[in-house]
């Protein structure tokens, strides 16, 4: 279906970090290897601040053990980001008014710390709101790490696979926030400030391969919203294949799914009914330079 193509190394060079020896950039490569992110989503519609929370493990169990299967041996880090979230690698004690650019910077410390400061790099594999939140993370070090103490000054994030993100916003963020008033339902609105603010395809200091996976079956985060950031790789599974937003980090180890994909940023699709399904499509991604 497609050439598997090495990424392009990326020169070492030594830059200063934040109170610590310079560490080189490290090379793009096809790795299993790699300390790997993992980044839920956001469950909009509570009556309380707080939010039913999540369970990162029930979330990426499935993913997590594809991965294993594959041959992954990094580390695998479940990232929470509510007072309610359980069983998470670690986790933030936010809640629904936690605004979704601090939970990039919040994200972006993480990273930093336990892994850009020591030369490693990570991928991400991020779930509705969760792929805004590395989106800011990548973003905000960008406009503010070399001016502001408050953002790490680099990220190594090599490659970055997102399920049903809504990058250009969500209707049932509207009513989310019409009613409860909920910040990061805001935040996730059609034109939202912060939705302004994020960048297109951001990149790390490492550079960063971005492959955005969306579903027609999807009623909560459109096919089209999903892939509504600028990226080189985009997916889009067909209807009537069971893949509802809550359904796509558990989905698909296998081959012989019905989906459309684009190498170029979507100016140019392809069709097949031999794709991998998302979670098989998450591994190529954060692999292989190409994903499908």
């Not at 939140?133 to 953002?151: C, D, E, F, P, Q």
């Not at 395809?201 to 969306?214: E, F, V």
């Not at 989906?259 to 100016?267: A, E, I, V």
Request: charged fraction near 20%; glycine fraction near 14%.
């Amino acid at each position: 279906m497609r050439s598997l193509t090495a990424a392009v190394a990326v020169g070492a060079v030594l830059a200063g970090t934040q109170g610590i020896a310079s560490a080189a950039t490290p090379p793009r490569n096809n790795s299993k290897n790699e300390a790997v992110y993992f980044i839920h989503g956001s469950d909009l519609m509570h009556g309380d601040v707080n939010g039913g929370g999540d369970d990162c493990k029930g979330t990426w169990n499935t993913a997590m053990s594809a991965l294993r299967k594959r041959g992954w041996t990094g580390d695998f880090v479940t990232w929470g980001y509510y007072k309610g979230d359980t069983h998470c690698t670690r986790k933030q004690n936010g809640n629904l008014n936690t605004r979704i650019q601090e939970l990039g910077r919040l994200l972006a410390w993480d990273i930093y710390d336990n892994y850009t400061k020591k030369g490693k790099s990570v991928d991400v594999v991020a779930h509705s709101m969760g792929g805004l939140i590395i989106r800011a993370a990548i973003t905000g070090v960008n406009r503010y790490g070399a001016t502001s103490s408050k953002w790490p000054k680099r990220l190594f994030v090599e490659d970055v696979a997102t399920l049903s993100t809504p990058f250009t916003g969500t209707s049932w963020a509207t009513t989310c926030t019409v009613a409860y008033g909920w910040k990061q339902c805001s935040d996730m609105r059609p034109g939202s400030g912060f939705l302004k603010w994020s960048g297109q395809n951001p990149q790390s200091a490492q550079g960063t391969d971005w492959t955005l996976i969306g579903a027609s079956d999807d009623d909560m985060i459109t096919s089209g919203a999903a892939t509504g950031m600028t990226a080189k790789h985009k997916v889009i599974y067909a209807a009537h294949q069971g893949l509802e937003h809550s359904k796509l980090p558990h989905a698909g180890t296998g081959t012989g799914w019905t989906m459309r994909y684009s190498h170029d940023n979507g100016k140019t699709w392809k069709n097949t009914t031999k794709g991998g399904g998302p979670i098989r499509l998450v591994g190529d991604a954060l692999y292989y330079s190409s994903a499908t």
